[in-house]
């Protein structure tokens, strides 16, 4: 009998935020396939918890294991260890004794691992075909961390990291059946790194539920004050998204609001760090924290912005713009991947006057906002439903959809 264990490293329930989002459909187009075991990890108890409760009636078995390693601890063990960090921080001697256990109890035909740290929990020896969904080529956003920042000792963890990340990757690659990335672009700049022997390399793309994110929906309403709306989404507590909204308060908002003074800027998204919740205090910027639902803030946005100075693959708050019909302004580091049309369903931008530039245009022009809107929308639908983005798993693991 056919069995899939999945491995991730972080249990995909809520979808609600990008690798989670990405692991749930994931999992459910496993399970239109065959029976799903699920081993997986949870940042904390109530997050575990909540995966439980919804996940295992759809499992064939589930187990969750909470992370309890600090990035300190990890940071030491990996040196001694000499391996990566970010493979001590997802290591749970407790779930990988699980897996052990149900491979050698039989019925596991199938294994897919989403996220490089869980390649750790790969058997040595499987007679059935193992993926590995990298979704983004982790080693690289390392190496550009070192790159931006020269502080050490930051630049020494950044710098090892990506070395060893890096071989860790093209090691994993050479073992299994066929290595998973978001984008083209992610994939070919793995292969690029990696050398010939890397495997079997493949582009499987992020979709998006466009009947949950719809406009058309009746939604609650959201009170944001006077004045165009620039919208910004996104988990607050990740490196990335606080670089991109404390750029845009601080270089882009101020160019914006001498041609709009009641412009505003809310920063949408959970667990934001003091170092975002002190931009708050600026004129014109809200940070709502985890909010309930991000739709209705996508509605009340006259523009949503994605600055991202560092973006990998394919970015799920864009795709959620712009199937909710809004304009984008996006940096050319947060388009790469999608696809669709600058100038016809988003506007890409590069510098902070470009970004304020476009931002502009689009409080200027409504009509014109919407239009671009609605065209995103009709692209979100004609290339991104989930079932067609999944599709190529069923060929990949040898199994009839």
Same mark, same amino acid.
């Given at each position: 009998?056919?069995?899939?264990?999945?491995?991730?490293?972080?249990?995909?329930?809520?979808?609600?935020?990008?690798?989670?989002?990405?692991?749930?459909?994931?999992?459910?187009?496993?399970?239109?396939?065959?029976?799903?075991?699920?081993?997986?990890?949870?940042?904390?108890?109530?997050?575990?918890?909540?995966?439980?409760?919804?996940?295992?009636?759809?499992?064939?078995?589930?187990?969750?294991?909470?992370?309890?390693?600090?990035?300190?601890? !990890?940071?030491?063990?990996?040196?001694?260890?000499?391996?990566?960090?970010?493979?001590? *921080?997802?290591?749970?001697?407790? *779930? %990988?004794?699980?897996?052990?256990?149900?491979?050698?109890?039989?019925?596991? &035909?199938?294994?897919?691992?989403?996220?490089?740290?869980? /390649?750790?929990?790969?058997? /040595?020896?499987?007679?059935?075909?193992?993926?590995?969904?990298?979704?983004?080529?982790?080693?690289?956003?390392?190496?550009?961390?070192?790159?931006?920042?020269?502080?050490?000792?930051?630049?020494?963890?950044? %710098?090892?990291? #990506?070395?060893?990340?890096?071989?860790?990757?093209?090691? =994993?690659?050479?073992?299994?059946?066929?290595?998973?990335?978001?984008?083209?672009?992610?994939?070919?700049?793995?292969?690029?790194?990696?050398?010939?022997?890397?495997?079997?390399?493949?582009?499987?793309?992020?979709?998006?539920?466009?009947?949950?994110?719809?406009?058309?929906?009746?939604?609650?309403?959201?009170?944001?004050?006077?004045?165009?709306?620039?919208?910004?989404?996104?988990?607050?507590?990740?490196?990335?998204?606080?670089?991109?909204?404390?750029?845009?308060?601080?270089?882009?908002?101020?160019?914006?609001?001498?041609?709009?003074?009641? /412009?505003?800027?809310?920063?949408?998204?959970?667990?934001?760090?003091?170092?975002?919740?002190?931009?708050?205090?600026?004129?014109?910027?809200?940070?709502?924290?985890?909010?309930?639902?991000?739709?209705?803030?996508?509605?009340?946005?006259?523009?949503? =912005?994605?600055?991202?100075?560092?973006?990998?693959?394919?970015?799920?708050? *864009?795709?959620?713009?712009?199937?909710?019909?809004?304009?984008? =302004?996006?940096?050319?580091? !947060?388009? &790469?991947?999608?696809?669709?049309?600058?100038?016809?369903?988003?506007?890409?931008?590069?510098?902070?006057?470009?970004? /304020?530039?476009?931002?502009?245009?689009?409080?200027?022009?409504?009509?014109? !906002?919407?239009?671009?809107?609605?065209?995103?929308? #009709?692209?979100?639908? !004609?290339?991104?439903?989930?079932?067609?983005?999944?599709?190529?798993?069923?060929?990949?693991?040898?199994?009839?959809?």
């Amino acid at each position: 009998m056919t069995g899939i264990l999945f491995l991730v490293h972080r249990a995909p329930w809520p979808p609600d935020r990008g690798d989670r989002i990405r692991s749930w459909h994931m999992f459910e187009a496993l399970a239109k396939l065959a029976p799903v075991h699920v081993a997986a990890l949870a940042d904390n108890e109530a997050d575990a918890a909540l995966a439980r409760d919804r996940m295992a009636p759809l499992c064939k078995s589930l187990a969750i294991e909470v992370r309890k390693v600090s990035r300190p601890l !990890a940071l030491a063990q990996a040196v001694l260890k000499r391996e990566p960090v970010s493979n001590r *921080l997802f290591r749970s001697a407790a *779930l %990988a004794r699980h897996v052990d256990r149900l491979i050698r109890q039989g019925g596991i &035909t199938h294994i897919v691992a989403f996220s490089g740290q869980m /390649a750790q929990y790969l058997p /040595a020896r499987f007679d059935g075909p193992m993926l590995m969904d990298f979704v983004d080529v982790d080693s690289a956003k390392f190496a550009t961390y070192a790159e931006q920042d020269k502080r050490q000792p930051l630049n020494w963890v950044h %710098a090892r990291e #990506a070395r060893m990340l890096g071989a860790w990757e093209a090691e =994993v690659a050479r073992r299994v059946d066929a290595s998973l990335f978001v984008s083209e672009a992610e994939a070919a700049l793995f292969c690029s790194r990696s050398g010939p022997g890397a495997g079997k390399i493949c582009a499987v793309e992020n979709g998006i539920d466009t009947d949950r994110f719809d406009p058309g929906l009746a939604l609650d309403r959201v009170e944001t004050g006077e004045g165009p709306l620039a919208v910004f989404t996104g988990q607050m507590d990740y490196r990335p998204n606080i670089d991109a909204v404390r750029w845009f308060v601080a270089d882009i908002l101020p160019l914006i609001r001498r041609h709009h003074p009641r /412009a505003r800027f809310a920063i949408v998204g959970r667990a934001p760090t003091d170092e975002v919740r002190a931009l708050e205090s600026l004129p014109g910027v809200t940070v709502t924290g985890e909010v309930p639902d991000v739709r209705p803030w996508l509605v009340a946005a006259d523009a949503v =912005v994605a600055p991202l100075l560092l973006a990998r693959g394919v970015q799920n708050k *864009l795709l959620e713009a712009m199937a909710m019909a809004r304009p984008v =302004v996006a940096s050319a580091a !947060a388009a &790469t991947g999608i696809d669709a049309t600058p100038g016809a369903h988003l506007l890409v931008a590069q510098d902070a006057g470009e970004i /304020a530039g476009a931002v502009c245009s689009l409080f200027d022009d409504p009509t014109g !906002a919407a239009t671009m809107g609605q065209a995103a929308r #009709a692209r979100m639908i !004609a290339r991104y439903g989930w079932d067609a983005r999944l599709a190529p798993l069923g060929e990949l693991l040898g199994l009839p959809a």
